[in-house]
Nanobody, 123 residues
């Protein structure tokens, strides 16, 4: 079992950057595929990107490709989501999650979730 805690959210202007962190405890995150999702008010939770177990590879949603980057810090057992060139459409609560599957891109594919962190982008 793994516990996840996100941090790093906040309010930024269009074009700005934020780095979210997901600290894992209980087990090393490298044992799981680590995903990032977001949920805007009134919308379904949507896939943002993932880091496969062992930190071997990443995949991203088309809407964030080229702007967002996921990385893993094995020493700190933490996964980061670097978000650049933010747009108002990126405003949402961002969640990290852990899965025993290899490439899950839906919420149902994940076993453990953090509490979420709010990201707001002003125009």
């Amino acid at each position: 079992q793994v516990q996840l805690v996100e941090s790093g959210g906040g309010l930024v202007q269009t074009g700005g950057s934020l780095r979210l962190s997901c600290a894992a405890s209980g087990r090393t995150f490298s044992s799981y595929t680590m995903g990032w999702f977001r949920q805007a008010p009134g919308k379904q939770r949507e896939f943002v990107g993932l880091l496969t177990y062992g930190g071997i590879s990443t995949e991203y949603a088309d809407s964030v490709k080229g702007r967002f980057t996921i990385s893993g810090d094995f020493a700190k057992n933490t996964v980061h989501l670097q978000m650049n060139n933010l747009e108002p459409e990126d405003t949402a609560v961002y969640y990290c999650a852990a899965s025993i599957l290899r490439l899950p891109k839906t919420p149902n594919g994940y076993d453990y979730w953090g509490q979420g962190t709010q990201v707001s982008v002003s125009s």
